[in-house]
């Protein structure tokens, strides 16, 4: 009987989701990976044309090489206690229903959430792929942080492997078992290399030497050092969703800068070219026990792209120890660390060590490490040819 993963990622609001698909990608080429959408509810689709065509659609379908999607559909109101655990209940049984409708044996599951589901179907392996402080987040997440409290208790008491993604995480979390495993972001190094060949997106009017940003403009961020950067008159772009909850009038006012330009959501794919007109990569993460815990991708992203960045300091950030990540704690630090480095002349040896670095913390390397933690062999043709 052939064997596969599944793996249960964060919820959408969750910003290292990306990167889990990423590394689902990486895992599909050792072994097939099974991929557990968040729950739909039934009534989702009377608003979201998407989700109306994925029921119309088979909820189970594959939509990469070695990558099979499920998408549970389950009750609505799943923040209230009791039809949250009936929700789970019936999203359980999807992925039980699946994995029996696709023949397989389950070599590990991957849970990269606090979601109930490391035990769902028998597995090798169970692993708890955690990614944030989850306790420290209750209040950007509006969930109770008590009850945050008893299930990542719960999750690190289940799981057979705990993976965290920094440093933080790996204390925090090794202070209950011993053996948590740190494997932290990566970057899909190869495709974001290409940023200097290709082409400069469209739409682009600002000058250069141009600062960019790439992420979610939210509460997660400090917003006075990307004010501080425009203020000092660099040509900032900002490419990413925009929370509106988010310091809406500072943030207006920022936007409304002749030197700012705000290019909203932007798909993975689009980066490259983004990252073309870009000189400078920021990083302005505020300073929260939430962030404390957390991995930036958008730092390794800068890097792999040839781009030096300027970041807050965070535990993650001197973890990186790169001679190419400018750590700055105040806004006008912030600002004139940017202005430094825009006016640095070129440097190719520079941009190419910044490639390397890039590539050797890559999805790829993760993915290597993930896979030696929950026991896959080396040789996936083997593998795939059981």
């Given at each position: 009987?052939?064997?596969i993963?599944?793996?249960?990622?964060?919820?959408?609001?969750?910003?290292?989701?990306?990167?889990?698909?990423?590394?689902?990608?990486?895992l599909?080429?050792?072994?097939?990976?099974?991929?557990?959408?968040?729950?739909?509810?039934?009534?989702?689709?009377?608003?979201?044309?998407?989700?109306?065509?994925?029921?119309?659609e088979?909820?189970l379908?594959?939509v990469?090489p070695?990558?099979?999607?499920l998408?549970?559909?389950?009750?609505?109101?799943v923040?209230?206690?009791?039809?949250?655990e009936l929700?789970?209940?019936?999203?359980?049984?999807?992925?039980?229903?699946?994995?029996?409708?696709?023949?397989v044996?389950?070599?590990?599951?991957?849970?990269a959430?606090?979601?109930?589901?490391l035990?769902?179907?028998?597995?090798?392996?169970?692993?708890f792929?955690?990614?944030?402080?989850?306790?420290?987040?209750?209040?950007?997440m509006?969930?109770?942080?008590r009850?945050l409290?008893?299930?990542?208790?719960?999750q690190?008491?289940?799981?057979?492997?705990?993976?965290?993604?920094?440093?933080?995480?790996q204390?925090?979390?090794g202070?209950?078992?011993?053996?948590?495993?740190?494997?932290?972001n990566?970057?899909?190094?190869?495709?974001?290399?290409?940023?200097?060949?290709t082409?400069?997106?469209?739409?682009?009017?600002?000058?250069?030497?141009?600062?960019?940003?790439?992420?979610?403009?939210?509460?997660?961020?400090?917003?006075?050092?990307l004010?501080?950067?425009?203020?000092?008159?660099?040509?900032?772009?900002?490419?990413?969703p925009?929370?509106?909850?988010?310091?809406?009038?500072?943030?207006?006012?920022?936007?409304a800068?002749?030197?700012?330009?705000?290019?909203?959501?932007q798909?993975?794919a689009?980066?490259?070219?983004?990252?073309r007109?870009?000189?400078?990569?920021?990083?302005?993460?505020?300073?929260?026990?939430?962030n404390?815990?957390?991995?930036?991708?958008?730092?390794?992203?800068?890097?792999?792209?040839?781009?030096?960045?300027?970041?807050s300091?965070l535990?993650?950030?001197?973890?990186?120890?790169?001679?190419?990540?400018?750590?700055?704690?105040?806004?006008?630090?912030?600002?004139?660390?940017?202005?430094?480095?825009?006016?640095?002349?070129?440097?190719p040896?520079?941009?190419?060590?910044?490639r390397?670095?890039?590539?050797?913390?890559?999805?790829?390397?993760?993915?290597?490490?993930?896979?030696?933690l929950?026991?896959l062999?080396?040789?996936?043709?083997?593998r795939?040819?059981?």
């Amino acid at each position: 009987m052939s064997e596969i993963i599944v793996m249960v990622p964060g919820n959408p609001w969750d910003g290292h989701r990306l990167g889990q698909h990423h590394l689902a990608e990486q895992l599909a080429k050792r072994i097939p990976v099974l991929w557990v959408d968040p729950s739909i509810s039934i009534l989702t689709p009377l608003n979201d044309a998407a989700a109306a065509a994925t029921l119309r659609e088979d909820r189970l379908r594959e939509v990469a090489p070695g990558i099979t999607r499920l998408s549970p559909v389950t009750v609505p109101g799943v923040t209230r206690p009791g039809l949250r655990e009936l929700a789970l209940r019936q999203a359980q049984r999807s992925v039980r229903r699946a994995v029996a409708r696709m023949g397989v044996r389950v070599h590990s599951t991957i849970v990269a959430s606090l979601t109930d589901m490391l035990d769902v179907v028998p597995a090798g392996r169970r692993v708890f792929f955690g990614t944030d402080d989850y306790v420290a987040g209750a209040a950007l997440m509006g969930t109770d942080p008590r009850w945050l409290a008893r299930v990542e208790a719960r999750q690190l008491a289940k799981a057979d492997v705990v993976i965290a993604i920094s440093p933080v995480l790996q204390r925090k979390w090794g202070a209950r078992r011993a053996d948590v495993h740190l494997v932290p972001n990566g970057c899909m190094a190869e495709q974001l290399a290409l940023a200097d060949t290709t082409p400069v997106a469209a739409g682009l009017e600002l000058s250069s030497p141009i600062a960019g940003f790439l992420g979610h403009l939210s509460e997660r961020i400090d917003l006075a050092m990307l004010s501080a950067v425009a203020e000092a008159g660099v040509s900032l772009l900002l490419v990413g969703p925009r929370s509106p909850t988010f310091e809406i009038a500072k943030l207006d006012a920022l936007l409304a800068r002749p030197n700012v330009q705000w290019v909203g959501p932007q798909p993975f794919a689009a980066l490259p070219s983004y990252l073309r007109a870009i000189d400078v990569g920021l990083t302005p993460y505020a300073q929260s026990d939430f962030n404390e815990a957390s991995f930036p991708l958008k730092t390794l992203e800068y890097l792999a792209a040839g781009r030096p960045a300027v970041v807050s300091d965070l535990p993650a950030h001197r973890w990186i120890g790169s001679p190419h990540v400018t750590i700055a704690d105040t806004p006008a630090s912030f600002a004139a660390s940017t202005v430094d480095l825009l006016e640095r002349p070129p440097a190719p040896r520079e941009a190419a060590a910044r490639r390397a670095f890039g590539a050797a913390n890559s999805w790829a390397s993760r993915a290597d490490e993930v896979a030696r933690l929950i026991g896959l062999d080396a040789a996936p043709e083997l593998r795939r040819a059981a």
